[in-house]
Every structure is written in structure tokens, then in C-alpha cells.
């Protein structure tokens, strides 16, 4: 999955979603204790959801209607 390319990450389902976990740690080579495992898979299901909802508006809408502002955290 490419850094600009989010289809791989969006369609994953549930139950792949601890499989992308494992591998993407391993690739990182960042492991995750066994103890934290459910509720990274658990934050990285929901971040999927925000980020196809997110994507969802995006699409939905042109410029025109919904003009871009600078993120200010």
C-alpha cells in the first residue's frame, strides 16, 4: 500500500484487519505486545471507518461547495 493509496487500507474487512496489523508491524519492524494486539486492531478498524467516512465527504462534495481550510490542531 502505497502512502497516497488507500483502497488496500479501507477495504479491509474486520477480520483482516489483525492480519494487516501483524504484517504492517512486522514490515516497521515495530512489534506490538501481545497484551495491546486487540486494541490497536480495534483502533485501526475504527481509523478505517473515520477514513471512509472522511473520504466519503470529500467525494461527495466539489470545491465549489466545500472549499479546503488549512488544518489548525
Not at 483502497?7 to 504484517?23: E, I, M, P
Not at 512489534?31 to 481509523?47: D, H, I, K, Q, T
Not at 471507518?49 to 461547495?65: I, K, N, P, R, V
Amino acid at each position: 500500500m502505497s502512502g497516497g493509496d488507500l483502497s488496500a487500507f479501507q477495504n479491509l474487512t474486520d477480520a483482516k484487519v489483525a492480519a494487516y496489523l501483524d504484517r504492517r508491524s512486522a514490515e516497521l519492524g515495530l512489534p506490538v505486545p501481545e497484551s495491546c494486539r486487540a486494541g490497536v486492531a480495534e483502533n485501526l478498524a475504527l481509523l478505517r471507518d473515520q477514513t471512509a467516512l472522511f473520504c466519503g465527504e470529500l467525494a461527495g462534495q466539489s470545491e465549489a461547495d466545500a472549499p479546503a481550510e488549512a488544518f489548525e490542531p
